[in-house]
């Protein structure tokens, strides 16, 4: 039989939150594996965190980690948005933001990459049992240029880098650093704003364009166009879309009277050489996320026993 030590205990509480009686009992009955023993506790329903984990978690924070030419964006969900400003869940996505910027953006293997004593996901597991409510590491990316800088906006800020949406944009130029973060952060705001599909219209998924395609088709044909002039109306609105979706061709936030593009050019002057953007991340918190909605009255009465 393996030695219980007590520092197998403490990383089983941390992870669990269960009881040190319950660890200790839970690494006997499995010979000391890790592993097994959270298993154990949640069969016998001991495990804090295997308790919340059916719950919602569709707030929490976006976090973002830039380092000159590469960055990353994360989305790490707690239950309620009161989680986001406690400073344990704050550390939390910081943590996973340097590890992605560190390891990459595959998330299944950064839950188990090493961060400090514990692994990511042993980390959340803690944070979990610690805050009282369920959380997930949801998604992350990067993003990098090998010529100019990733510059980065985050939209409804309560720390840095941590926020409700994060935005990084790649510009490929041999121009001045300081000048390109100074573009960039105007571009990755109008990115946050506008919420573009893509850079430009070949960057477009085409299910999004046969999506587009069909309903312009269905709105000609309702009101009653022959063949021949849908086909042209369709032709004619995709032509819109594209523009109204394309960052480049969107009228730039900053001044509407010019395009992205057409705003990027006249900085090319102050930057010092030309400027591309070769990509962007646009994270928005819950994005995409079913979220349930409970009455009030009903919800209260459960917390009462009553329901």
Partial sequence: ?????????????????????????????????????????????????????????????????????????????????????????????????????????????????????????????????????????????ELSVSEGVVAQYMHGAISDGLGKIGVLVALESKGDAVELHRIGRMVAMHIAAANPLAVESKGIDAATIERERAILADKARASGKPDNVIEKIVDSGLKSFYKEVSLIDQPFVHDPSKTVAQALKENEGKAGGPIAVKGFIRFALGEGVEKQEQDFAAEVAAAGGKA
């Fill in 1 to 141: 039989m393996a030695e219980i030590t007590a520092s197998a205990v403490k990383k089983l509480r941390d992870i669990t939150g269960a009881g040190m009686m319950d660890c200790k009992a839970a690494l006997a009955a499995t010979d000391g594996d890790i592993e097994a023993a959270v298993d154990w506790l949640r069969k016998k329903g001991l495990s804090k965190a295997a308790k919340k984990s059916g719950r919602v978690a569709a707030e929490g924070l976006v976090g973002f980690a830039v380092d000159g030419k590469k960055g990353v964006v994360v989305e790490v969900n707690s239950e309620t948005d009161f989680v986001a400003r406690n400073d344990h869940f704050q550390g939390l996505v910081k943590l996973i933001a340097q590890a992605a910027l560190h390891n990459g953006a595959d998330v299944e293997k950064l839950k188990s990459i090493k961060a400090g004593s514990s692994t990511i996901e042993e980390a959340i597991a803690s944070a979990i049992a610690t805050i009282g409510e369920n959380m997930t590491f949801r998604r992350a990316a």
